[in-house]
């Protein structure tokens, strides 16, 4: 019967899985439903709507995802066997949050340092005493592969991150970021993302960790 059920397109990597099922199954029940289209166990999965991780016992129609809605997944390290995005777990290593030595060598502002960046597709700027992403990091745009930014107290992550359309490895743990601050939209629209390390922030570490 086609009005008991919903059509969810389902972003994972760079594909796109539709998915008909009933508005009354659980996250549960959707992560079973994808185990064998994607290889990735249901405790592994991560569905994000609207920015929002959905919660393993609720409901789509709880969860206010309707008809046509698309819903990000994540799979988290270990517990993947496909292609696609990879979200890695928190770490146990404590972080540091001593102040940066302006004076040391090592850490004097290269000017060159953005085409260094683009030459490279590298963006290396872990514990530089961070308060948001620096302009000349957008100016990389596609060129970008890499961005770690951990370690510093950054606040937001705007929509501009979906300028990195190159991006694979995208490193933003152990800063001040929280579910509202990040624009899931853009990071899902990266479609060749295969790592997100976001552990160690605010609410969001307790919610992408959430069984």
């Known amino acids: 019967m086609a009005e008991s059920t919903i059509k969810l397109t389902i972003k994972f990597g760079g594909r796109s899985i539709p998915l008909s099922v009933s508005p009354d199954a659980t996250t549960k029940d959707v992560k079973s439903l994808l185990q064998p289209i994607t290889n990735v166990l249901p405790r592994g999965q991560k569905l994000i709507f609207k920015g929002k991780v959905l919660v393993e016992t609720s409901t789509l129609k709880q969860s206010l995802v309707g008809d046509g809605a698309k819903i990000m997944l994540m799979a988290s390290q270990g517990l993947h066997q496909g292609e696609g995005p990879v979200l890695k777990e928190a770490s146990t290593r404590p972080i540091s949050r001593t102040v940066v030595d302006q004076n040391k060598p090592g850490l004097v502002v290269d000017k060159n340092r953005a085409d260094r960046w683009k030459a490279t597709g590298v963006i290396a700027l872990a514990q530089a005493n961070l308060k948001e992403i620096p302009e000349e990091v957008w100016e990389c745009g ?13 606040r937001e992550v705007p929509a501009r991150i979906s300028s990195f359309t ?36 605010k609410r969001v570490f307790y919610a992408l960790n959430a069984r």
């Open 142 to 154: 596609s060129a970008a592969r890499v961005l770690d930014i951990r370690e510093n107290f950054i």
């Open 166 to 201: 190159s991006i694979h490895k995208l490193f933003l743990q152990g800063n001040g970021l929280s579910d509202e601050s990040i624009q899931w939209e853009g990071i899902a629209s990266l479609k060749r993302l295969m790592l997100l390390s976001i552990s160690h922030n």
